[in-house]
């Protein structure tokens, strides 16, 4: 694809932002919106190119979001190379990018309380209780929050995310449906390396090592999958073997190894589809995440 030649304009202030996208819904044009906390790799690209194959402008954010990081996590060594994703989002002929300040978002940041900042947030739905909810007990407050407030500054027709964190996506849109937003949302597939390991801006945090160990993450999904898809439906067998592959490869410290209903995230003995197969383990020291999506066998 050729280099854009339009340069990309970087909104730093809710204000601009929604001046702009008042303008463009205005001129007739459909919205499409990637967030992003950056460190872009082909898995955002992705989206970018759905959302721009889909709508007449596409807004991309980048944000790393302080208030779903517990206070123990990887906040501020997250990685941030800004100019380099400009660049990626540039050839790829992106020209609004939506990028404010953690002033910007929260301007009452400095109150003392429990996650940081004084002001409002969003309570989320059932949903968001388990898996990652149940690990991280703030991150999904924390997600709703700063997705409805970028929301509220892009105004997209379609806002675009991964089923790479598949919870995150049933809590989006539980919560478009629960507080009546005026928005699409679409779910995008996990882009992968050849190896199977799930693209992500943490994976730049492991060692040659670390990722070979990673790929029985999604090794024990696809065999969670094949066992699924072959008439096995008791969920102790499934985690068993998903458990199995994992401490195989010597990975010890697993969140969880489990299948779930893809709707509602109930956990039954017995597994209908659509199911979903989900894994959050370390490795070394760093969380990886991925979950594979059984849709209803016939
Ligand atoms: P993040 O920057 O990690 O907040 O991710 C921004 C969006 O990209 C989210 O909707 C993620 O689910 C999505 N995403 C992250 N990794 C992947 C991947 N490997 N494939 C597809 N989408 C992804």
Do not use: W
Request: net charge negative; proline share 5%; with cysteine.
């Amino acid at each position: 694809m050729p280099l854009s030649q339009e340069k990309i304009e970087v909104f730093q202030t809710c204000e601009e932002m929604l001046h702009f996208s008042h303008k463009t819904r205005a001129a007739g044009k459909k919205i499409g919106f990637v967030p992003t906390m950056g460190a872009l790799h082909d898995g955002h690209l992705s989206l970018v190119r759905q959302s721009q194959s889909d709508t007449d402008l596409t807004v991309v954010s980048i944000y790393v979001n302080p208030t779903q990081f517990a206070p123990e996590e990887d906040l501020s060594k997250y990685p941030r190379p800004f100019e380099r994703d400009l660049e990626l989002l540039q050839e790829l002929g992106v020209t609004h990018v939506f990028a404010p300040s953690d002033d910007v978002m929260y301007p009452k940041m400095t109150v003392e309380s429990e996650t940081g900042y004084g002001g409002t947030l969003v309570h989320p739905p059932e949903v968001a209780k388990s898996f990652e909810g149940q690990r991280r007990p703030t991150h999904f407050q924390g997600v709703a929050t700063i997705v409805l407030k970028l929301f509220n500054a892009v105004q997209p027709d379609i806002a675009y995310f991964g089923q790479k964190d598949f919870q995150q996506t049933l809590v989006v849109e539980q919560m478009v449906k629960d507080l009546n937003l005026p928005v699409k949302i679409q779910v995008c597939p996990i882009v992968r390396e050849e190896s199977g390991l799930a693209l992500s801006s943490r994976n730049v945090y492991l060692s040659d090592s670390d990722k070979t160990q990673a790929l029985a993450i999604s090794q024990c999904l696809h065999e969670a999958e094949n066992m699924i898809r072959a008439g096995q439906t008791r969920r102790e067998v499934i985690e068993n073997k998903m458990q199995a592959i994992l401490q195989a490869a010597d990975i010890q410290n697993i969140d969880y190894a489990t299948v779930a209903c893809a709707q509602t995230l109930g956990q039954p003995d017995e597994i209908k589809t659509p199911a979903v197969c989900l894994v959050a383990a370390y490795v070394g020291n760093t969380r990886l995440i991925d979950n594979i999506v059984i849709e209803k066998l016939t």
